[in-house]
């Protein structure tokens, strides 16, 4: 049985919320699930069913219409979350479908499972009742839940059905929410701990009058659960804490992925609706000064940890609100790790550390996902103490241990549209704020001029990132970039600019099998006729050879640096290194 939580909302102001159960029949007599009165309705105007798991709006040929998100639908059109439907004087509003088994389906679903000989079944989200519980006095309905294959779930102490559990944590959701009105709460001021405290006084009361979840084995373990939702991150929870984990991601309620070991893989678990996530989405941007909604669906944010995070909503979020996390480590990562890691190798980590050392510009180049920012973490913590850095992010996530440090943070515009500071005002303002380095976490605009500028006057050895996927790739896009702000400069002119700013570029790759390696590191040699010139310094060749390679090229910087005393071991840049393709690409 599936049923639909509709938003109505009438020419005369009026408006309410509830849920039906479908079939749902539209009309202007009193036999209709929905009756309107209205001369623009007919007798049996539209009915709303389902068929096959997708549910549909059928216009019975009525003379006003059926208006399906602004355009008039003819006979049958599916319909998602979120749709809006104009029937005469009422506009309704699709906001949440659930479906709920019913015994007979159950036992059906039994008899099919039964027959698979312990197949792998496919997890089917189950919904409790939508209506919300007044008293304390029911029992749980288990015929709701039809029985799977049992999943050890992370931090329980027995085997437990996720189905099951996720049935259990809803009812015991919604009655905490019945005993305490969160509305009432400003959680962006009040103490976290106290919150979390009150919430579990009044949960225990719950569970401690009720037998049916006083006597299950997990019972602590549940609770936990159901607090984590009410006043914490829910699911997100016990994710955020596993350290094997390097990256979440929502896309809607009751689907969760997680990369463990550079691979994706489905999340049992899941929240109890797509209001959960909404608010969850709410908590973890409302403490850095953001916001979101529809006049402003995306938005990036960082956890107290400093894990980035990226959420979009509906109307964007067709399938419901989405949340993106990419977990930062537990500890400040150093070039060792990525040497164990196999992610360069020692002769390419040397070099890059002497390259920051003696303050050459560089930036680091690579696909999403692809260890940009931890490698631009290790490299800024290369700089020598005694130096001023100023860093500038748009959400910030950078660690460095320096003490002489500025960290600056992009804001979006409030509500009016006004107040926005975007990275290139931050790039502007840090030249007067005379740093030794400037660290941009990444460059998406006409930023990138600015901090080129910075890099050719006087502010040596900065550094940034930006999306490409080979460094040719890379200066095509800084050359892009430049002209996105807006000056009246020719193509030579740029790249001039660029070939007397950059000194190497660093290429980062995230292979096939999760893991992330230097793929390339290039020398910028200058501008001739026309062309900026690169020379490849190391390299990584996968397949059959699978091994990192120093090409016998001392960079002309370096043959320079040797000249003023530099002791410089130059067989390092003539080295093949295999590579470790067994190493967990995970930094605790």
């Known amino acids: 049985m599936t049923k639909l939580f509709l938003k109505l909302q009438f020419e005369d102001g009026r408006s309410e919320e509830r849920w039906f159960d479908l079939p749902i029949t539209i009309g202007k007599q009193t036999d209709n699930s929905l009756a309107l009165k209205s001369w623009r309705v007919a007798k049996h105007h539209a009915k709303i069913f389902s068929k096959d798991d997708v549910t549909y709006l059928h216009d019975l040929g009525s003379l006003g219409g059926s208006i399906l998100n602004s355009q008039r639908i003819y006979h049958v059109h599916p319909l998602q979350i979120n749709d809006q439907i104009v029937i005469g004087p009422c506009l309704i509003e699709l906001k949440d479908i659930q479906s709920v088994r019913s015994l007979t389906e159950i036992k059906e679903l039994n008899s099919v499972e039964q027959s698979l000989d312990d197949k792998e079944v496919n997890l089917i989200s189950v919904e409790a009742e939508p209506k919300r519980a007044v008293t304390n006095n029911f029992k749980f309905e288990e015929n709701l839940v039809s029985p799977r294959s049992n999943l050890n779930v992370r931090g329980f102490s027995a085997e437990v059905e996720p189905t099951l559990l996720i049935a259990q944590r809803d009812q015991l959701h919604k009655l905490l929410l019945d005993a305490l009105d ?14 979390r405290e009150e919430a579990s006084k009044l949960l225990n009361q719950i569970v401690e009058g009720n037998e049916q979840f006083k006597s299950l084995s997990y019972a602590k373990e549940l609770c936990e659960m159901v607090i984590n939702e009410a006043v914490g991150l829910g699911p997100l929870e016990d994710l955020l804490n596993d350290p094997e984990i390097t990256e979440i991601m929502v896309n809607r309620f009751d689907e969760v992925y997680i990369e463990r070991d550079g691979k994706l893989e489905n999340h049992p678990m899941s929240f109890s609706s797509n209001q959960s996530v909404l608010s969850i989405i709410d908590r973890i941007v409302a403490p850095i000064g953001r916001r979101i909604d529809e006049s402003s669906p995306m938005v990036d944010a960082r956890l107290k940890d400093g894990s980035r995070v990226n959420a979009v909503i509906p109307p964007i979020a067709i399938k419901g609100p989405s949340i993106t996390i990419r977990k930062f480590p537990l500890r400040r990562p150093s070039m060792d790790d990525l040497i164990k890691l196999g992610s360069l190798d020692e002769h390419m980590g040397e070099f890059l550390t002497m390259c920051v050392k003696n303050r050459m510009n560089m930036v680091i180049s690579g696909g999403t996902g692809s260890g940009k920012t931890t490698l631009l973490n290790i490299l800024s913590n290369c700089i020598p103490d005694g130096e001023r850095i100023v860093t500038i992010e748009d959400a910030a996530e950078l660690r460095l241990n320096h003490h002489h440090l500025i960290s600056l943070e992009a804001r979006p515009s409030n509500s009016e549209g006004r107040g926005q500071i975007d990275i290139r005002d931050l790039v502007k303002n840090s030249l007067r704020m005379r740093p030794d380095r400037i660290v941009v976490g990444e460059c998406r605009g006409g930023e990138a001029f600015d901090m080129l500028t910075a890099m050719n006057t006087g502010h040596e050895g900065s550094l940034t990132t930006l999306h490409a996927n080979s460094p040719r790739d890379a200066i095509s896009r800084l050359e892009v970039m430049i002209l996105m702000a807006g000056m009246d400069i020719p ?30 590191i290039v020398e910028v040699c200058g501008l001739e006729s026309g062309v900026i010139k690169t020379q490849e310094i190391f390299k990584y060749q996968k397949g059959v050879k699978n091994a990192f390679y120093g ?17 410089l071991d130059v067989s390092r840049f003539n080295q093949m290194t295999k590579a470790n393709v067994n190493a967990a690409q995970t930094l605790h």
């Open 551 to 567: 090409l016998g090229i001392i960079p002309d910087q370096f043959e320079q640096l040797q000249e003023e005393g530099l002791i």
């Open 182 to 195: 969160l509305k009432r709460n400003n959680i962006t001021v009040m103490d976290d701990s106290l919150l």
């Open 491 to 520: 193509l030579s002119a740029i790249r001039e600019h660029i070939a007397s700013s950059i000194d190497f570029i660093v290429q980062q790759t995230r292979l096939s099998d999760g893991r992330r390696v230097v793929s390339s």
